[in-house]
């Protein structure tokens, strides 16, 4: 579907200051284009969950605060973001980090006790967390998948921002405020209305 292999528009390539995307602007296109949009060895797909995932809105109750930390975390140790969903009890990212740095690891515990702190200590927590000092807001593990090509990047990016839907918070993934949908319909990689892709639907993803 054009993935990397679209014609050069009359309108020419679209380059974006944040985001290396570059849309074709052609009658009756709808399906996002990502043509150079990651880096090789560098893209992830993360999905990040609470501790209690029932009846805990906590990250979509906190987003304001859940972003400054991100940012925060961002700002000393650079990742890009190219996608990013809130749910109300977990979270999907697509994240790249620069070259000759892979330690997404360190990034995720900066931004999980960083969001955990600005929290009051009334949540449950286990006798060995108790025990640690350990907060019982986020889950200790963290799924995590290295994006392989520009068709698995695409896959991706689709299941993340169809996320709210297929969760049932939404109908239509223009009304879910917290992801990067937003960002990329201004910059024109998603229509308005999208409505998802089949590409996603080859993916088994846990949430
Ligand atoms: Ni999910």
Redesign the pocket.
């Known amino acids: 579907m054009g993935l990397g292999l679209a014609p050069p528009s009359a309108f020419g390539a679209l380059r974006y200051a944040n985001a290396p995307y570059i849309r074709s602007i052609s009658a009756g296109y709808f399906m996002p284009d990502y043509r150079r949009a990651f880096c090789p060895g560098g893209t992830f797909f993360f999905?990040v969950n609470l501790l209690q995932r029932r009846n805990n809105p906590l990250l979509t109750r906190h987003v304001e605060t859940l972003r400054a930390v991100v940012r925060e975390v961002r700002r000393k140790h650079p990742f890009h973001i190219h996608g990013w969903?809130v749910?109300p009890e977990?979270?999907?990212a697509i994240m790249e980090l620069p070259q000759g740095d892979a330690d997404f690891s360190m990034r995720w515990r900066l931004i999980k006790s960083g969001f955990s702190k600005q929290l009051p200590v009334d949540e449950r927590r286990s006798r060995v967390r108790m025990n640690r000092g350990e907060r019982g807001i986020w889950q200790r593990r963290f799924w995590e998948h290295l994006i392989r090509d520009e068709a698995d990047f695409a896959a991706h990016m689709d299941?993340?921002h169809f996320?709210?839907v297929?969760?049932g918070y939404v109908q239509c993934v223009a009304d879910w405020p917290f992801s990067t949908f937003h960002r990329l319909v201004a910059a024109g990689v998603y229509p308005q209305d999208w409505a998802g892709s089949a590409r996603a639907d080859g993916l088994s993803?846990?949430?």
Do not use: R
Request: charged share 15%; glycine share 0%; hydrophobic share 35%.
């Open positions: 999905t969903v749910l977990h979270l999907h299941y993340l996320n709210p297929k969760h993803l846990p949430d």
